[in-house]
C-alpha cells in the first residue's frame, strides 16, 4: 500500500531564524506590525510503499533523522495520511 507521510521540519525554539526575521521585517514594512513572530521551516511530502502506516512512519522517520532535518538546528514532525 502507498502512504503520504508528511514532514514538518522547523528550527528548533531557541534559535535564531534569520528567514523568519527577515519576513517579519518585510511584513512590517507592509504595515502588517503586529505580527509578532515568524518561523520559516519545510514541509516535505514522501509518498512511501509500505506494508503498514507504521512501517511507512518508521522509514519516513529514518529519512528524517539521516537526511531532512539536521537534529542540532532543527525539530521535525510526521504525519501519515
Known amino acids: ?3 503520504t507521510v508528511q514532514v514538518k521540519v522547523m528550527p528548533l525554539k531557541d534559535l535564531l531564524d534569520p528567514q523568519g ?3 517579519m521585517g518585510g511584513l512590517a514594512n507592509l504595515g502588517l ?3 509578532r513572530d515568524v518561523r520559516i521551516g519545510k514541509h516535505i511530502d514522501l509518498q512511501i510503499e509500505a506494508a503498514t502506516r507504521e512501517d511507512a512512519l518508521r522509514l519516513a522517520d529514518d529519512a528524517a533523522k539521516k537526511l531532512l532535518a539536521n537534529p542540532v538546528m532543527e525539530m521535525y514532525e510526521l504525519k501519515a495520511d
Open 21 to 23: 526575521k527577515a519576513v
Open 33 to 35: 506590525g503586529s505580527v
Open 1 to 3: 500500500m502507498t502512504y
